[in-house]
């Protein structure tokens, strides 16, 4: 309660003399013992994890978090992160490497350490090192260079245990191929699909057997945690009215920020598509290729471009005549986009070969990379200074009510004493939209990580600041069937519609299995089978959506076995299938790959490897956590 009261009031000055206070209390009667290095919190073999080693981790993983949420964090999300037993468990998986890189005769050099750090990405500026940059933001994350020193000897030391660990580690030519055939051959199947909505008007609800199936599935209508919230929302936009800009703060911002102002090349071109499916063999391949090729020679013996676009093209361009409009880099893909960045203005492209099939582009015109003058952008700029400086003052506004806010006060009655408008929300739980504000999920778990009656620090979010108390809450609970009676009998009547559909899937495959010809069978039952396209064991086919087992049974069926033994469930209905095709992988592109997918397999069993025996040794370790408790 005190600590809460201090940091909402950190501003105070009365606040400050308190903290003071306590100080001197602490360091004339227990002297300085409270920081002792010495103090025990955890013992891994024998090793002992001091008080400042654990605070020092702890407060590490704190301010990772801190700066993650910024201005949504909470004390109240110490918890919910298990904070305390995750810097302990750090500290204990640490002290079980160091002492076994010791072992091995492993150890962390101070240049290795130096070479580290100066290769940091964060760390550069105009491609090298910039100390003043490294000073900068170890100053943010509040961290000594010493402490961020030791991390990164921990993080060598640790990858050359799980080199050392790895150093026999192969991988053989024939796991590669099978590894990359696994994930790359396709296959095609053909379904029928069996829809519960078909059968639903030809059941008869017995409503004995439906409490049945509201007890066997009472936890599925658990009602979970709901919580009703007060708050009070400062709009930026509001003090818009108060701002003044003058003329040399605008001009300022224009010369601090001349890349914000870089007009970047565009080119305005227009295309013709030719279309290849993914499924189209190398001879049909070839037809498209060369009606391209034909009707580029039109294009370049001086036909009408935009003509041939609305004759040939494929694209959604067409009835426009091709034409794409004004692009910069990365909007295209990247061959296409290399061809006509690197044309003149009226130049028609060689055919450009991307995923979607084959391109003829012609560019239009071309506006150079240039910075924008500043007449073209000071307005601009003006409502970018005003935002800034009216979110300023919101931002000090929702603070000035904070540090004034008596503790254990109720927001409602606070707001209206300083005329300020307050929301109230219905209930609502963590699966729901915060009422009004909607939110995110740091929101959702900010709100509900505060205790009954707590108010929240100032949060920004969408660009407003909102203070906010948890009015009430509602625990979760398991309901009685009159109160959700409505929910349980519309479920158990899709639930029995669906077994319907399952028994008559299973019926129609049981005769397919039998020797049954598939189209005619079809054409018996009015069904209307579908074919999908290729596709690999890691996607799932458009038409039929996601399905548990679909994607593996389908990879092991064949020209002599085109039934699986089951049908399949969705979303989407009770799926019959029938295997189609198979296409093996593609072995040139293979030979282009095979290294990255190599590595891939090698990196996965390191990591398998080196945790799985990290996890052995903490089994094995004598590890004392009884001192613990005193500090959580």
Request: net charge negative; hydrophobic share 35%; proline share 2%.
């Amino acid at each position: 309660m005190l600590l809460s009261l201090m940091r909402k009031h950190a501003k105070s000055w009365l606040i400050k003399v308190l903290i003071g206070i306590i100080a001197l209390v602490f360091i004339f009667y227990f002297g300085y013992s409270f920081t002792d290095e010495s103090a025990k919190v955890a013992e891994v073999n024998g090793e002992v994890i001091s008080l400042l080693e654990y605070e020092n981790a702890y407060r590490e993983l704190l301010s990772g978090l801190q700066q993650e949420y910024q201005d949504m964090w909470s004390d109240s999300l110490i918890e919910a992160f298990d904070l305390k037993n995750r810097a302990l468990e750090s500290l204990i998986e640490e002290k079980i490497i160091s002492r076994e890189a010791e072992k091995t005769g492993l150890d962390v050099t101070e240049k290795e350490i130096r070479d580290r750090i100066v290769e940091f990405p964060a760390f550069q500026y105009n491609e090298g090192f910039d100390s003043n940059r490294y000073r900068a933001l170890l100053a943010n994350y509040r961290m000594s260079a010493e402490d961020f020193e030791q991390s990164i000897a921990q993080e060598l030391l640790q990858e050359k245990l799980m080199q050392f660990l790895t150093t026999f580690l192969v991988v053989s030519d024939q796991e590669v191929l099978d590894y990359y055939t696994y994930l790359n051959e396709k296959v095609k199947i053909s379904f029928v699909r069996f829809s519960a909505e078909d059968f639903k008007d030809s059941i008869n609800v017995d409503y004995s057997l439906m409490e049945d199936y509201f007890e066997q599935h009472r936890e599925g209508y658990r009602i979970p945690e709901n919580i009703r919230i007060d708050y009070i929302v400062i709009h930026p936009e509001d003090f818009r009215d108060q701002v003044e800009i003058n003329e040399w703060e605008i001009r300022a911002y224009y010369e601090d920020n001349p890349s914000m102002f870089k007009q970047e090349k565009e080119v305005r071109a227009r295309h013709i598509l030719f279309r290849v499916p993914s499924d189209t063999t190398e001879d049909g391949k070839e037809k498209i290729k060369e009606k391209a090729l034909s009707v580029l020679e039109k294009a370049r013996s001086g036909q009408d471009f935009s003509e041939l676009a609305r004759e040939y093209s494929e694209a959604p361009t067409k009835e426009q005549g091709g034409d794409l409009g004004y692009f910069s880099g990365g909007q295209m893909v990247e061959s296409f986009e290399k061809a006509a960045f690197n044309m003149e203005k009226g130049q028609i492209s060689d055919l450009v070969e991307t995923t979607y099939g084959y391109h003829i582009i012609k560019v239009e015109d071309i506006k150079e990379e240039r910075v924008k003058d500043f007449e073209e952008v000071r307005d601009q700029i003006l409502d970018i200074l005003i935002g800034n400086e009216s979110e300023d003052l919101a931002h000090e506004r929702a603070l000035s009510l904070i540090d004034r806010m008596p503790y254990e006060m109720d927001l409602a009655e606070y707001a209206a004493e300083n005329d300020v408008p307050v929301m109230s929300t219905e209930y609502f739980s963590q699966e729901d939209l915060i009422p009004y504000i909607r939110g995110d999920e740091k929101l959702k778990k900010l709100v509900f990580s505060l205790q009954n009656k707590e108010i929240s620090e100032v949060v920004e979010f969408n660009d407003d600041f909102y203070i906010i108390q948890v009015m009430d809450r509602k625990s979760s609970y398991l309901p009685e069937m009159d109160e959700v009676a409505d929910q349980v009998e519309a479920d158990y009547k899709d639930y029995l519609a669906t077994m319907e559909a399952k028994s008559a899937a299973e019926r129609y495959l049981a005769r397919l299995r039998q020797g049954k010809d598939w189209d005619e069978l079809a054409e018996e039952m009015d069904m209307r089978p579908e074919t999908t396209d290729f596709f690999t064991r890691l996607d799932f086919p458009e038409n039929t959506g996601v399905m548990q087992g679909l994607n593996e049974a389908a990879f092991n069926l064949s020209e002599n076995n085109r039934y699986p033994e089951a049908v399949f469930e969705g979303e989407e209905g009770i799926f019959v299938i029938r295997w189609e095709d198979k296409r093996g992988i593609d072995k040139e592109k293979y030979q282009e790959e095979e290294q990255r997918y190599a590595d891939s397999i090698i990196s996965s069993k390191r990591q398998n490897l080196y945790y799985s025996w990290l996890e052995r040794l903490k089994d094995r370790a004598d590890i004392d956590r009884s001192r613990f408790a005193r500090y959580k």
